[in-house]
């Protein structure tokens, strides 16, 4: 009798998902996948038991239904999150309070809110708005007549170096954090989507943010600053609000959770305009539109594709009976563009209006940079827009990470207009 060969990667991901988000056909659109995925029902139990969500008003109903959350026990390894976030070097567990339920969640989401409060992220305007013309000026005097690649030369550390200010890193410690959190971000994945390499890379990168943010503490301690980092440690020296461990966990998960979605909301959201350049021409002659231009951006190709609950409770969800402690994966990027919440839900229309999308996620999760992250993408879209832009044909590079959708490579010439 033969031996049955192992299932592949590919088979592994359509038992979990029902779809197949390996093959390049899915990062270069996901839509056909999302549309077959959305016609077997809101929410589907795939093969290999996950509950996957990928009608809009289900996903939003979940992250807004306490009856889901995070829990206390350690899901699956390969099916969740939770656990691979949760062993810190010394082998404690402090979860960063995105896999927290309330009240430690609410506890930790209180702290660091006010950093990021529209106010506050006003604060950073200026600076991103200089940092921005200055990294194109140099990119463009670097390239020539020849394209610049917009991911490595503005993508990529405007969010890094804005991040770095609010947080309190030094300048020349971000481009080591900008690998670090790429590693983080790709570590997102599915296990069954990494290699053993990817998974240390994670881990480590993890490990290595968490030891340098208990440094950066103990300077600020000493000698405090207008930054993030300051204002948590007189927190944690004025009682029992924060422990140093969750200091140093809450710092990496804002670096890792910022920068990778900031990155490719800038990226996806150019390269769409590039494709659609009747809408590039709209945004052009409606610069006042730029805010709704840009959480349109969002909804057409956001980076984050996935997240995941846990079922607190025995419940039910669009029909399906949901028993407590069983997964459920929303797949935001198939509900912002459910047929049945938007118009021509396939097709990128800046003039859009009406329904939030849930790119940002939503309920009591939604995500606490949103500001930060509409001023920076704001910013840049704002400045390479008055520009004339050509992408080079052929030359973009898909990223490799399902969670978190990216471009790795965006080569285009950008001239004066
Ligand atoms: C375009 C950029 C961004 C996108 C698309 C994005 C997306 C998201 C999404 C979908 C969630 C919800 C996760 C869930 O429900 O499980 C979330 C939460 C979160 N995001 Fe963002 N994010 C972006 C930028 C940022 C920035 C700039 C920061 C911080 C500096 C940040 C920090 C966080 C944190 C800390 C959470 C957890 C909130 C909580 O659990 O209460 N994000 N983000």
Request: net charge negative; hydrophobic share 40%; with cysteine.
């Amino acid at each position: 009798m033969t031996e049955a060969a192992a299932p592949s990667p590919a088979d592994v991901a359509r038992a979990m998902l029902t779809f197949d988000p390996t093959t390049p056909e899915y990062r270069a659109n996901p839509h056909a996948a999302y549309r077959q995925a959305r016609e077997l029902g809101a929410v589907v139990r795939s093969p290999l038991g996950l509950w996957v969500v990928t009608h809009y008003d289900e996903c939003a109903s979940v992250l807004r239904n306490a009856a889901f959350g995070w829990g206390d026990s350690a899901p699956d390894e390969d099916t969740t999150t939770t656990t691979r976030f949760t062993t810190n070097p010394d082998g404690t567990q402090v979860r960063p309070f995105i896999f927290l339920d309330p009240p430690d969640h609410t506890r930790l989401r209180k702290l660091v809110n006010k950093a990021f409060t529209p106010a506050r992220v006003r604060t950073l305007l200026e600076q991103t708005e200089s940092l921005v013309a200055d990294l194109l000026a140099k990119a463009r005097a670097e390239a020539g007549d020849g394209p610049i690649d917009l991911m490595s030369t503005i993508a990529r550390p405007v969010p890094a170096l804005v991040l770095g200010t609010l947080l309190g890193v030094a300048d020349e410690d971000v481009a080591r954090f900008q690998s670090l959190c790429a590693d983080i971000g790709r570590g997102l994945d599915l296990a069954v989507f990494l290699t053993p390499e990817q998974i240390a890379r994670r881990d480590s990168g993890r490990h290595e943010l968490i030891a340098y943010f208990g440094e950066l503490a103990e300077k600020r301690r000493v000698e405090p600053r207008a930054d993030l980092v300051s204002e948590l440690v007189s927190v944690e020296e004025a009682g029992d609000k924060l422990t140093m461990a969750e200091l140093c966990v809450t710092c990496t998960l804002l670096l890792s959770a910022g920068y990778v979605t900031t990155e490719n909301l800038i990226g996806n959201g150019m390269l769409a305009l590039l494709r659609n350049p009747e809408q590039l021409d709209w945004l052009r002659a409606n610069p006042d539109r730029l805010d709704d231009a840009i959480e349109e951006l969002l909804r057409y190709d956001g980076p984050t594709q996935l997240v995941g609950r846990v079922a607190l409770e025995d419940t039910e969800l669009g029909g399906q009976p949901i028993a407590k402690g069983e997964t459920v994966l929303l797949m935001l990027g198939a509900a912002n563009h459910d047929p049945a919440a938007y118009e021509n839900a396939d097709e990128l229309d800046l003039s859009r209006s009406g329904r939030r999308n849930l790119g940002f996620g939503g309920g009591i999760h939604f995500c606490i940079g949103a500001p930060l992250a509409r001023m920076v993408t704001n910013v840049v879209v704002g400045e390479l827009v008055k520009h004339d832009l050509r992408l080079v044909p052929d030359a973009v590079r898909a990223g490799e990470s399902i969670t978190i959708r990216g471009v790795a490579e965006l080569p285009v010439t950008v001239r004066d207009r």
